[in-house]
C-alpha cells in the first residue's frame, strides 16, 4: 500500500547507503537514484546532503524519515488487520537470526509458515548476535531471534528455546578416544571457538567466568566465523570445538563426531525473540506464536 517512492526513500535512509537499498528492495542502484530524485523533485527540497562517498539526511529528509516510520507502522497494522478480516494474510516480515538460529533452528519453520502464510513475504537476516541488535535498534528488522546474555535496553527479550552449548571432536581425530575431560585439561587442550561478537562465545565466555577462568586462560587456536567452518577445522585438526548442540546432532548421531563431557561444568543457554520495545506489529506477534507453537507440539 505504501508509496513506493516512500518505500525506496526509507531503504536508502535506513542504510545511508544507494547501494544497500538497492539490493534490498531488489532494483538497479540508478533506479534508487531516480525514485529520489522524483521525489525531491515533488516535494521540491533536498532530502540527502551528498558528500563524496557519504550521504546523510537533510532536515527535510530527517523529517520525512520520521513521518515515513509512522506510515509503515499504519500500512502493517493494515495488512494484518485486512488479513484477519479476509482470513487470508499478505504482506512482509524482515526477520534476523544469529548464525547457529538462521542455519538450524529456522529453516524448518520458515518452510511450513512459508506453505501456510505464502503471500507473506518473508526475508532473513543472517548475521552474529551483536550485528542483528544493531539491526533492529536501526529498524531494518522487524523481529530478531539471537543467542547470547546480552541486553539492550531498547530491545525486549522474549525467551524462545533452551540450547546447550557441547564440547565436540572429531571422529579421525586422537582426542576422539576421550569420554570426559576435567576443566584444567581443557585449558590446555586445543581450542577452536566462534568469533568476537557471536552469542555463542559470549554464553561461553560468561559460563567460564562463573568457574574463574578467563577466555585468555584457554588454548585457543582458531576463531571461526561459522559452525561450519569450525566443523570443518575439527576433521582436520586434533582440537576440541565448543558449538551448540542442535548444530552438530546429526553428525553425532551417524557417528562423524563425539560429545566429551567436562567434568562439573555445563554450558546452557536460552535462544530469544527480539524486538524494539512497545506492541510488535501484527506480524511479528503472529510469527512468534507460530514459531513457539511449533516446537511445543515437537
Known amino acids: 500500500m505504501l508509496n513506493f517512492r516512500l518505500r525506496v526513500f526509507y531503504s536508502v535512509a535506513t542504510f545511508c547507503s544507494f547501494t544497500k537499498a538497492a539490493e534490498e528492495m531488489f532494483i538497479t542502484q540508478p533506479?534508487?537514484?531516480?525514485?529520489?530524485?522524483?521525489?525531491?523533485?515533488?516535494?521540491?527540497?533536498?532530502?540527502?546532503?551528498r558528500i563524496a562517498n557519504k550521504i546523510?539526511?537533510?532536515?527535510?529528509?530527517?523529517?520525512?524519515?520520521?513521518?515515513?516510520?509512522?506510515?509503515?507502522?499504519?500500512?502493517?497494522?493494515?495488512?494484518?488487520?485486512?488479513?484477519?478480516?479476509?482470513?487470508?494474510?499478505a504482506g512482509d516480515l524482515k526477520l534476523g537470526a544469529s548464525t547457529t538460529i538462521g542455519q538450524y533452528v529456522l529453516p524448518a519453520i520458515l518452510a511450513q509458515f512459508n506453505r501456510e502464510h505464502p503471500d507473506i513475504e518473508l526475508s532473513l537476516l543472517n548475521d552474529n548476535t551483536q550485528r542483528i541488535e544493531t539491526a533492529l535498534v536501526e529498524k531494518v528488522l522487524d523481529l530478531g531471534i539471537i543467542e547470547g546474555n546480552s541486553r539492550n535496553s531498547q530491545l525486549k527479550y522474549i525467551p524462545f528455546l533452551k540450547d546447550e552449548i557441547v564440547a565436540v571432536v572429531h571422529v579421525s581425530q586422537p582426542l576422539f578416544e576421550k569420554d570426559e575431560i576435567t576443566l584444567d585439561e581443557l585449558k590446555e587442550t586445543p581450542l577452536v571457538l566462534r568469533e568476537i561478537g557471536s552469542g555463542s562465545l559470549e554464553v561461553i565466555t560468561d559460563?567460564?567466568?562463573?568457574?574463574?577462568?578467563?577466555?585468555?586462560?584457554?588454548?585457543?587456536?582458531?576463531?571461526?566465523?561459522?559452525?561450519?567452518?569450525?566443523?570443518?577445522?575439527?576433521?582436520?585438526?586434533?582440537?576440541?570445538?565448543?558449538?551448540?548442540?542442535?548444530?552438530?546432532?546429526?553428525?553425532?548421531?551417524?557417528?562423524?563426531?563425539?560429545?566429551?563431557d567436562i567434568t562439573d561444568f555445563e554450558i546452557e543457554r536460552n535462544f530469544y525473540f527480539i524486538h524494539l520495545h512497545g506492541v510488535p506489529s501484527g506480524f511479528t506477534e503472529m510469527f512468534i506464536q507460530y514459531a513457539l507453537n511449533y516446537y511445543n507440539q515437537r
Open 31 to 49: 533506479a534508487v537514484t531516480k525514485n529520489i530524485k522524483e521525489l525531491e523533485s515533488e516535494l521540491n527540497i533536498r532530502l540527502f546532503n
Open 56 to 89: 546523510t539526511l537533510t532536515e527535510a529528509g530527517r523529517l520525512l524519515l520520521h513521518y515515513t516510520e509512522h506510515v509503515l507502522t499504519l500500512d502493517k497494522k493494515f495488512m494484518f488487520d485486512l488479513g484477519v478480516l479476509k482470513q487470508k494474510f
Open 207 to 260: 559460563k567460564l567466568k562463573q568457574k574463574g577462568v578467563k577466555l585468555k586462560d584457554l588454548n585457543v587456536v582458531m576463531h571461526l566465523g561459522s559452525t561450519e567452518s569450525i566443523k570443518t577445522f575439527l576433521a582436520n585438526s586434533n582440537s576440541i570445538g565448543l558449538i551448540s548442540i542442535n548444530a552438530v546432532s546429526k553428525e553425532i548421531a551417524n557417528g562423524e563426531f563425539k560429545i566429551i
